[in-house]
């Protein structure tokens, strides 16, 4: 049995066309609405279109991107509905992976301040707020030991930060939340009251994200292929 298989040394085209597309869905250079011509990104991304459709299949799995059929593939577009039912799970979950963390995290909280205090410094663009929050909870998030768990994070939060994006760059304000707190919380050793701050950071954000949808609607954005 041993000699009956060999190691893959290869990373599978598939995973790095999907980690490519995700990471420009989550910063809005794939913007909600845009049209993907599968032919013409496989092209771009110089593979097959089997490894590219494998990919969007899966981020379609993820509720980023929606099936046009021969049209090719769209970027989801923003939901008020989606908004609604993905930052309470989010805030949820959230709680469950700090609660989950052993000791290693104390060596994260410099990090971790460091970064809350540049989300709360004035002058910093919408999306240059977006890149320090994704790596704060990047950060939390590489502590946590259930993985099945951190997995499920990333689409989630990949869907909110997504939208956020797109709120942003049509007036929607960016703001640190509940953050800060949570770090004073973790350097105290109050583990519990720190699980509660970063739920009602997720909680107060989508509450935000809902309320500027409402009283402004989803962002239009025309259909452009990628």
């Known amino acids: 049995m041993e000699d009956l298989f060999q190691p893959v040394r290869r990373t599978s085209l598939s995973q790095e066309a999907r980690g490519q597309i995700l990471e420009r869905i989550a910063d809005g250079r794939l913007a909600p609405g845009i049209r993907i011509s599968e032919l013409e990104l496989a092209k771009r991304l110089g593979v097959s279109r089997t490894p590219l459709h494998e990919a969007m299949v899966s981020l379609a799995r993820d509720g980023l991107v929606q099936n046009l059929g021969r049209r090719g593939w769209l970027v989801a577009p923003i939901s008020e509905v989606d908004a609604r039912e993905i930052y309470p799970i989010i805030g949820t979950l959230s709680s469950l992976a700090l609660s989950l963390q052993d000791s290693s995290i104390l ?23 977006l890149v320090i929050e994704v790596e704060w909870h990047a950060t939390v998030l590489a502590e946590c030991l259930n993985r099945t768990l951190v997995d499920a994070l990333r689409v989630l939060q990949t869907r909110a930060f997504r939208l956020e994006s797109a709120c942003a760059r049509q007036g929607w304000r960016r703001s640190a939340g509940e953050l800060p707190g949570v770090v004073r919380c973790l350097e105290r050793g109050e583990l519990r009251q720190a699980c509660r701050s970063i739920e009602m950071h997720w909680r107060d954000r989508g509450q935000s994200i809902v ?11 025309p259909e452009r292929v990628a």
């Open 107 to 129: 060596g994260s909280l410099e990090v971790l301040g460091s970064l809350a205090a540049r989300l709360e410094s004035v002058g910093l663009s919408a999306s240059e707020k």
């Open 211 to 221: 309320g500027w949808l409402g009283r402004n609607g989803s962002p239009q954005i």
